[in-house]
């Protein structure tokens, strides 16, 4: 029994962001024994009946199967609760202190008697019954969608390390070496907002699809999701941007504080944080939604992140430009960020991508490698016509570049490399590893950073880029941005 003195979890571990003023606070408690369909249904339910769900977990009992810790965990692996807890006492207890908006319970306690009544009576709250509908029963699945990889549908070819003179195994001690690296990641943050839905039908008013949102997944992207794998895969990070003063920076900043990535944000009131909404249905996108700015950053504000982020150069092993045009990254901070990096001898890579806006990846001189889609390298040299090997060779004399990786998408990877004596180049290719790839949006980022860290523990281009290709499988696998970590990428290099 607890001392008398002391109030147990349940009664005081209701976290203050959920007891503010005018949030109403839905609350649902069970056994949670093996969690099912039917659970997520009425949790699901119970979610869209107020502000913030909070749910008890029965201590054990002659009732449960399963130990509390582990039942515990399990509800708090569902996206959707704010917060759950360990109940120590009668649910009615707890509603008669707690005083939650609504209590939620299963339909089929409908025409029993429910002590819950009379407490939410007692303080004017509302009990509800209600099991959620059919279509929550997918949750679970939408769930495993954005978390786990299916490593079962990534190809390694085994004729590029033959020819290459390495084998597998060598690039697991590469991976181990990630961590005794110090990273420095400039570049613009977005914050990817993943809203899956059910499709209801067609209009009947208007050819319109009519869909039904289910559940929405926040994930940190852009430069920010960079600096993450680079976390992920061991090494340490600092991770310097430009945001908006507003609910994303805030999200982006506790998400990228809970990966490991020390981030330095400058606010800058003209401009939001960028935020990309996708909207997906049966495990498609329907639609994508940008909510941006992309005028450059103001001279005073270059010239603040520039003596920001000298101390951290100092220290580092590597530098990342991940620039996706929204004005992080203006010339004039490129060339004084660049130029720094090449007097220190720092490892210099660099991406700038051109998806649905102009860039040119070409302004980014003296880096030892250079990641662009065959798109974005056709833009960077006005050249639409030219063989691959031709244009990847013309822009790494424009940009005085070491290396250049070409993604091709489906058609997989042109590695255009510099040799070892330095006064030629080698280009070889890599097939897209990954035969089935649920989300490609995130595998550039993986690869330019699994690569460029590769570089700075000094392999070669080829066992780099193959490492980066690896990765890269990795992380089209799910649905997502989650940061690769170095245990992910172990496994794959395992199998």
């Given at each position: 029994m607890p001392d008398a003195q002391a109030p147990t979890e349940s009664t005081i571990d209701i976290p203050?962001?959920?007891?503010?003023?005018?949030?109403?606070?839905?609350?649902?408690?069970?056994?949670?024994?093996?969690?099912?369909?039917?659970?997520?249904?009425l949790l699901s339910f119970a979610k869209e009946c107020g502000d913030a769900l909070i749910v008890g977990v029965?201590?054990?009992?002659?009732?449960?199967?399963?130990?509390?810790?582990?039942?515990?965990?399990?509800?708090?692996?569902?996206?959707?609760?704010?917060?759950?807890?360990?109940?120590?006492?009668a649910p009615e207890s707890f509603i008669a202190k707690a005083r939650p908006s609504i209590v939620v319970k299963g339909k089929e306690y409908e025409q029993r008697r429910n002590a819950e009544q009379a407490a939410v009576d007692a303080y004017g709250g509302t009990l509800i019954f209600g099991s959620g509908e059919v279509r929550f029963s997918s949750l679970d699945l939408l769930q495993r969608e954005l978390l786990e990889m299916n490593f079962s549908t990534i190809r390694k070819p085994l004729d590029y390390p033959s020819r290459r003179g390495f084998a597998l195994r060598d690039l697991s001690s590469v991976v181990e070496r990630?961590?005794?690296?110090?990273?420095?990641?400039?570049?613009?943050?977005?914050?990817?907002?993943?809203?899956?839905?059910?499709?209801?039908g067609m209009s009947q008013e208007d050819p319109t699809i009519v869909?039904?949102?289910?559940?929405?997944?926040?994930?940190?992207?852009?430069?920010?999701?960079?600096?993450?794998?680079?976390?992920?895969?061991?090494?340490?990070?600092?991770?310097?941007?430009?945001?908006?003063?507003?609910?994303?920076?805030?999200?982006?900043?506790?998400?990228?504080?809970a990966q490991g990535v020390d981030a330095v944000f400058?606010?800058?009131?003209?401009?939001?944080?960028?935020?990309?909404?996708?909207?997906?249905?049966?495990?498609?996108?329907?639609?994508?939604?940008?909510?941006?700015?992309?005028?450059?950053?103001s001279h005073e504000q270059t010239d603040e992140l520039f003596e920001r982020i000298i101390p951290a150069l100092d220290e580092a092993d590597l530098l990342v430009f991940s620039d996706f045009n929204y004005g992080c990254l203006p010339q004039a901070l490129v060339d004084r960020l660049s130029r720094y990096g090449r007097e220190r001898g720092l490892m210099m890579a660099a991406d700038s991508q051109a998806s649905s806006q102009m860039g040119d990846v070409s302004r980014f001189r003296d880096m030892h490698l250079l990641k662009p889609t065959e798109r974005?390298?056709?833009?960077?040299?006005?050249?639409?016509?030219?063989?691959?090997?031709?244009?990847?060779?013309s822009l790494c004399v424009k940009a005085r570049a070491d290396h250049v990786l070409v993604t091709m998408g489906a058609e997989g990877l042109l590695v255009h490399a510099r040799t070892t004596s330095g006064d030629a180049r080698e280009t070889d290719q890599l097939p897209a590893f990954n035969t089935a790839p649920k989300d490609v949006s995130g595998a550039g980022d993986c690869l330019l950073i699994c690569t460029a860290m590769a570089l700075a523990v000094k392999p070669d281009i080829w066992k780099a880029a193959y490492l980066g290709s690896i990765a890269?499988?990795?992380?089209?696998?799910?649905?997502?941005?989650?940061?690769?970590?170095?245990?992910?990428?172990?496994?794959?290099?395992s199998l």
């Amino acid at each position: 029994m607890p001392d008398a003195q002391a109030p147990t979890e349940s009664t005081i571990d209701i976290p203050a962001r959920l007891r503010a003023a005018g949030l109403r606070l839905v609350f649902v408690s069970g056994n949670f024994n093996v969690l099912h369909p039917g659970h997520l249904r009425l949790l699901s339910f119970a979610k869209e009946c107020g502000d913030a769900l909070i749910v008890g977990v029965h201590r054990d009992h002659s009732e449960t199967v399963v130990r509390a810790s582990l039942r515990l965990e399990a509800v708090r692996s569902i996206g959707f609760i704010d917060h759950a807890f360990l109940l120590d006492e009668a649910p009615e207890s707890f509603i008669a202190k707690a005083r939650p908006s609504i209590v939620v319970k299963g339909k089929e306690y409908e025409q029993r008697r429910n002590a819950e009544q009379a407490a939410v009576d007692a303080y004017g709250g509302t009990l509800i019954f209600g099991s959620g509908e059919v279509r929550f029963s997918s949750l679970d699945l939408l769930q495993r969608e954005l978390l786990e990889m299916n490593f079962s549908t990534i190809r390694k070819p085994l004729d590029y390390p033959s020819r290459r003179g390495f084998a597998l195994r060598d690039l697991s001690s590469v991976v181990e070496r990630f961590r005794d690296l110090r990273v420095v990641v400039i570049g613009d943050l977005i914050v990817d907002e993943y809203v899956t839905c059910d499709p209801l039908g067609m209009s009947q008013e208007d050819p319109t699809i009519v869909v039904t949102p289910l559940r929405t997944d926040r994930f940190v992207g852009g430069a920010g999701i960079v600096a993450a794998h680079a976390s992920g895969l061991g090494a340490r990070v600092r991770y310097f941007s430009i945001v908006g003063n507003d609910e994303p920076a805030e999200f982006a900043r506790r998400t990228l504080a809970a990966q490991g990535v020390d981030a330095v944000f400058l606010n800058d009131s003209s401009r939001p944080t960028t935020l990309k909404q996708r909207f997906r249905a049966n495990g498609k996108t329907l639609l994508r939604v940008s909510h941006l700015r992309q005028h450059d950053a103001s001279h005073e504000q270059t010239d603040e992140l520039f003596e920001r982020i000298i101390p951290a150069l100092d220290e580092a092993d590597l530098l990342v430009f991940s620039d996706f045009n929204y004005g992080c990254l203006p010339q004039a901070l490129v060339d004084r960020l660049s130029r720094y990096g090449r007097e220190r001898g720092l490892m210099m890579a660099a991406d700038s991508q051109a998806s649905s806006q102009m860039g040119d990846v070409s302004r980014f001189r003296d880096m030892h490698l250079l990641k662009p889609t065959e798109r974005e390298a056709r833009l960077a040299m006005q050249d639409f016509s030219s063989g691959l090997v031709v244009l990847a060779d013309s822009l790494c004399v424009k940009a005085r570049a070491d290396h250049v990786l070409v993604t091709m998408g489906a058609e997989g990877l042109l590695v255009h490399a510099r040799t070892t004596s330095g006064d030629a180049r080698e280009t070889d290719q890599l097939p897209a590893f990954n035969t089935a790839p649920k989300d490609v949006s995130g595998a550039g980022d993986c690869l330019l950073i699994c690569t460029a860290m590769a570089l700075a523990v000094k392999p070669d281009i080829w066992k780099a880029a193959y490492l980066g290709s690896i990765a890269a499988a990795c992380q089209v696998s799910r649905v997502g941005n989650l940061p690769l970590t170095a245990e992910e990428l172990a496994l794959e290099l395992s199998l």
